[in-house]
């Protein structure tokens, strides 16, 4: 993979021009997106540019965030050749920072679960996961340094475990989402992917203009809560074995682990987070699907059908399931620094059918907070297998900082 | 002005049909519009629905949200014939109400501080204030029974007040804003116009399918805070006179009434609103203001010119106070059902150099509480100026029950 750390490193030190660097990354693209599949449009002949800090930076934007000069199509035929006016703001901020956007990665129709035809680098018998597939898989196979996703269940932390990157979805609301396609206005968060957590934290401080994530922090003993989410179910045995693996070499590297059961409101929020997603997109996507309920996506259109009772009293009560379990989730962050958890029940399913299980990851997206996938271990067929961190609301410099002691944990000696 | 409870019980007798009531509205507009200026775009032969509870009602969509069917300008030649591919959820929500969508209305560009040609119908020489002009105009001219709006300052509850029509900015996010041009994504909140606030309640209780809204329970004694918002300066005689009257005539009426000083923490949220919402605008309109900077409106473009230093820390303290100043309001609302204030600072002013200023709005909006527009009192040059009633985060149907009673109680005998 290519690590942001480094080509800044090389351009800073004038061993590589930012021009250069964005030429090998159009290089790799050419020469591995026709077996990847990765992206669904390519920006006509892009250039580095010659300040910012992510000069030289080649990235892909999933294709449900508005550009101003690419076609940007949802993943879904209802939105062939649709051409958004602006760029979206994550775009802009991304263009001021300096990166250089290659093109448009692929997406599950609206960012649900109908795969998109994008294959796993690790593994081409393997979904990449979803939503965010061709942004996960860029980034894996090494064409691009860095790419944008979003998740509503779990289409940023999922994808990146299965193709073995690291990744962040952000607190809600640090990177905002104006001109992104709403499936879900309480749950859409923009995410980034990355090879390293030091790469996602310069990219994420890049772009949001916040120098308090760049700097991340030596943890010497982070406080580390071990949670299984029972309440998600069983994870499959590589699932179940990453997360050993990482809490081992937590404890080894000076954490203190320790298992940790929620809050029952948790649980509870875990149960009522599809009445959330499906009461707003319901909402969000009402002209496609009462316009062109032939022409959607046949998995989101079962469950859109399927919730189509979903009344306003449902919803009410769901969202006040959500806000007790945030407050009940800011009480277990007082006594310790992050948990660790799965990122997917475990690698990634084989065949295109699927794009894989969110059910480890959706209460988090409900919750608000920061999660990073940091890959943890490497399963039969050569599948990566992830483990997650996550801090509290608004502590994504302390996410990341964990992140980057557990991945340090996890290297190889 | 025509009102949807009026209308409803004619097609509901048979005295006149949906597709008589859609063409009353479009005579109207060919009548006075000429004049007015309200419409930027008007819908081709539009139908009336057959069933719905909002069927023959004509209803004008602000052009910063998004229709399948009609150009999205947003004010703003940036946006010239600009066609959106989907409607906004707002938009279907009314098609699915049975509503007929018969045009866009005039805007401020980005829904911002810059004049659009709009005349005020109570009296050409004076603005009909903004950023929803062209909406509040329709409807008090009389050409139809309901309009949408946005606010992000004040640009629902002022231009109602200026005009003379009733109007509600509902509790933030009870009406989804997917599809409609972003400002500030903490405070943009879309809003109704219509004649008086019975017809406030049908139409809002029929776009979100929630009938508690719908049965404006009777307040016979109503617990009212009168709030002068002395943080935000004197009103101007009529304002302060309309809320005289206003305060008078619901006493009379059985409420009781007592002014009220607002914590401290509510005056600070005041003041740091326009932190948020310009550190915001510069993100949501970044691809605007960094690409076509000379084609944005000038006052407009000198305020992000101004604000271009905000950084996120001043961000993170602004939002930090919004927060603790939503608490404390919520501690009022705990000996009162509502507050009543002023909804501007006195009449339109004279010309269309300006809209008027939001200054006794902006806390409301930031606060996310439902706002009712009610006209109170018709100043020199007959010009009206309305008062504000304010009810608790949520409680949309209590604002709308109280403003009925106020409405009531200012009724000519």
Redesign the interface.
Known sequence: MISIVDLQRRIDSGELSADEAIAQSLEAINDQDGMIGAFVCRAEAPRAQSAGRLRGIAVGIKDIIDT?DLPTEMGSP??RG?QP???A?V???LK?AGATIVGKTSTTAFASLDPSPTLNPRNPNHTPGGSSSGSAAAVAAGMIPLALGTQTGGSVIRPASFCGVAAIKPSF?LV???GVK?YS?TLDTLGLFAAGVKDLALALSAI???SELLTLATVKAPRIGLVTQSFAGAPDEAGAEALRIAAGAAERAGASVRELGLPEIVAEAWRIQPIVQEF?AH??L???Y??HHEAMPPILRAKLDETVGL??ADYDAAREIAGRAREALAQVFEGIDILLTLSAPGAAPKGLASTGDARFNRVWTLMGVPCVNVPGYVAEGGLPVGVQIIARHGDDAGAMASARFVEEALRPL
Request: proline letters at 6%; aromatic letters at 12%; charged letters at 25%.
């Open positions: 101003s209802i939105y649709f006016r602006a760029d703001a775009v802009m901020m001021r609301h905002p989402k104006v709403c206005w949001t203009n916040r707003e909402q969000a009402a002209w496609e009462r316009t009344t306003p």
